[in-house]
C-alpha cells in the first residue's frame, strides 16, 4: 500500500516555464514533507521541505504548496532550467523517529 | 566537507551468493540509514542507527540481510545467499540526528545485481 504516491513517471517542460510536480499522502498522521532531487549516478539531495503548520514554503526558485485537506502537496520550479532535469521523490514523515516514506519520483525533462 | 562514502559502486553476483556493501558517513553524524532503491520505486528504509545502536529495523529481511555500525561510524550491510528480487540501488545516509530528517545526506549508492 502506497503512502506517498507520484502518479505522473515523468514530466517534459521547456525551459523558462513552470515545473509543477505532484505528490498526494494517505497516511493522516504525515506532518513534515520534504522533496528530494535525484541526478544519474548520485544519491538523492535534499531540495525543500514544509510543515503541515504552513501551506506554502519557498526558496528562490522552488516553491512547495501543502493542501492538507486533499492530502496533496506540489512542487513549483519556475522559472524552469536545463539543470533541473533529474528525478524527485516527495517524501513524508510522521514525526519524531519515524523514517521518510519516499513516492516512485517524478522524472522531469527541461528542454532548452 | 566530505559526504557520505559508499563502497563498492557496482556489484554484480549470482543467485545465492553473498556480499557486503560499507558506508561511512559525514564526520560527527549520530545517525545512519540504508536504503533500498529498487528501479522505478523510490527508496525503502531498511534499517536506521543512532550511534552503533538499532533504532527501527522493522522493513529489514533478517532472513537473509544483517546490517551493523561498529564504533558508531563506519556501516556494512551483508546480503546472505542473494536472491534475484536483491537487485537494486543500497543508498547510505546519514544526518546529525534522529529527528533532523530533513537533514539527509545521501551517498551515491551500491547497484547490486544479481544473476
Known amino acids: 500500500d502506497q503512502q506517498v504516491k507520484q502518479n505522473s513517471p515523468s514530466l517534459s517542460v521547456q525551459e523558462g516555464r513552470i515545473s509543477i510536480l505532484n505528490c498526494d499522502y494517505t497516511?493522516?498522521?504525515?506532518?513534515?514533507f520534504l522533496w528530494y532531487k535525484k541526478y544519474p549516478a548520485e544519491g538523492p539531495t535534499f531540495l525543500i521541505s514544509?510543515?503541515?503548520?504552513?501551506d506554502k514554503n519557498e526558496d528562490g526558485r522552488f516553491t512547495v504548496f501543502l493542501n492538507k485537506s486533499a492530502k496533496h502537496l506540489s512542487l513549483h520550479i519556475v522559472p524552469s532550467q536545463p539543470g533541473d532535469s533529474a528525478v524527485y521523490f516527495c517524501a513524508a514523515s510522521a514525526g519524531g523517529n519515524t523514517p521518510l516514506v519516499f513516492g516512485k519520483g517524478t522524472r522531469l525533462s527541461v528542454i532548452a | 566537507e566530505a559526504g557520505v562514502a559508499q563502497s563498492p559502486r557496482y556489484k554484480i553476483i549470482e543467485k545465492r551468493q553473498s556480499v557486503a556493501f560499507w558506508c561511512n558517513p559525514i564526520s560527527g553524524h549520530a545517525t545512519l540509514y540504508w536504503y533500498q532503491q529498487i528501479l522505478g520505486q523510490g527508496p525503502k528504509l531498511l534499517i536506521q542507527f543512532q550511534n552503533n545502536g538499532v533504532v527501527d529495523d522493522s522493513q529489514l529481511p533478517k532472513d537473509r540481510f544483517s546490517a551493523e555500525r561498529l564504533k558508531g561510524v563506519d556501516s556494512t550491510l551483508k546480503i546472505q545467499p542473494a536472491k534475484l528480487e536483491d537487485s537494486a540501488v543500497y543508498l547510505c545516509a546519514s544526518s546529525w540526528e534522529l529527528e533532523r530528517q530533513s537533514e539527509l545526506f545521501f551517498g551515491e549508492g551500491s547497484r547490486l545485481t544479481v544473476l
Open positions: 497516511n493522516s498522521m504525515f506532518d513534515y
Open positions: 514544509i510543515s503541515s503548520i504552513k
